[in-house]
């Protein structure tokens, strides 16, 4: 590891290397199905949101664990190519990089197996290394596909030096409320919301977002797929954002796009609702790309797409 440059915004982030395969349904257990098409891409929730946010113009750094294979040097290469700072990251030669297994539909939506690889070894070591990079920062974000124990000192560091926290709790899995405690903002979808607050599919989103927010989480953006997000806050109306309507050639990314897009404007100095306006119509553009990187937009895209959803007769104006 060599000496880290200043960043905006720090992404604890995990990087998997996207193996995806384009079939019409889900296999059933035991059977095997056709795929149209295949390709090989870089992934990975963390790395995904930290490239977000880099292309919405945040000078962005990432702490991670990767191997010395072609799949970490792939990483390599796409964060020198998106001007992330990769200096805190730690290369590893005996073990492989994360790898996702994705199956993408007809209708663009997705199931993803992840083996993270030497992602799993991240700890709370790296990010004590880097608690000068975290404490200059604005932002630090992550994602649960690295371990808990690596974003919690993160996060602890972070807040001690004031910076703002948030946490894209997927895979969805129950978190400590010493973690909880540390996050500015979580960014689950409905189904993580759900898992998150321990609460069952019938529990409204309003008091599942209640149950995290009592527990010491500061903000909850609960992304709704094509119809928006909603923002909950402790003592506020919940406020509703209404989706953009897109042509979808994939949704692969889309929440890491909603979350690396919610932490470069709140970095910019943004308002939390603000934010959320911007990280809903990134994630909107971010869907008519294909793979995880491919159509998370600039900041200009996001502008342009802001100005005209105020006309009444907005339509999608991206095609394929
Ligand atoms: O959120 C999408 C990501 O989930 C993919 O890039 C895959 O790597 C998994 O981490």
Redesign the pocket.
């Known amino acids: 590891m060599i000496a880290a440059r200043t960043a905006d915004v720090v992404c604890i982030a995990?990087f998997?290397a996207?193996l995806t395969s384009r079939v019409a349904r889900p296999p059933a257990r035991g059977e095997t199905v056709l795929a149209s098409r295949f390709s090989i891409g870089p992934?990975?929730?963390g790395s995904?949101a930290a490239i977000a946010c880099a292309r919405q113009g945040a000078r962005v750094a990432v702490i991670a664990r990767i191997g010395n294979d072609d799949f970490g040097h792939m990483a390599l290469a796409l964060w020198q190519r998106e001007g992330i700072d990769a200096a805190m990251v730690e290369v590893v030669d005996d073990e492989p990089s994360g790898v996702?297994q994705?199956l993408v539909y007809d209708d663009g939506d997705n199931s993803?197996a992840?083996a993270p690889g030497a992602g799993t070894g991240l700890g709370a070591r790296h990010a004590d290394a880097a608690a000068g990079l975290i404490g200059q920062a604005r932002v630090v974000m992550a994602s649960c596909?690295v371990p808990i124990e690596a974003t919690q000192a993160a996060f602890a560091h972070a807040r001690r030096a004031g910076a703002f926290t948030l946490l894209n709790p997927?895979p969805a899995q129950a978190l400590p409320d010493s973690l909880l405690a540390l996050c500015e903002l979580l960014t689950p979808n409905q189904s993580e919301l759900r898992v998150l607050a321990g609460v069952d599919a019938d529990t409204s989103l309003q008091r599942a977002a209640d149950a995290l927010l009592s527990r010491g989480a500061g903000a909850v953006a609960v992304t709704l797929g094509a119809a928006g997000c909603m923002l909950f806050r402790r003592g506020r109306e919940a406020l509703t954002v209404a989706g953009h309507p897109m042509l979808v050639a994939d949704t692969?990314?889309a929440?890491?796009t909603f979350t690396g897009a919610f932490a470069a404007a709140i970095a910019r100095g943004a308002a939390i609702a603000v934010a959320a306006a911007w990280a809903n119509a990134a994630a909107a553009l971010s869907v008519a790309g294909e793979g995880?990187t491919g159509g998370m937009p600039g900041l200009e895209a996001v502008a342009v797409l802001l100005g005209r959803s105020d006309r009444a007769d907005a339509k999608p104006w991206i095609s394929r």
Do not use: R
Request: hydrophobic share 40%; charged share 20%.
């Open positions: 995990s998997n996207d992934g990975g929730k995904n996702a994705i993803i992840v596909e997927a692969v990314g929440g890491d995880a």
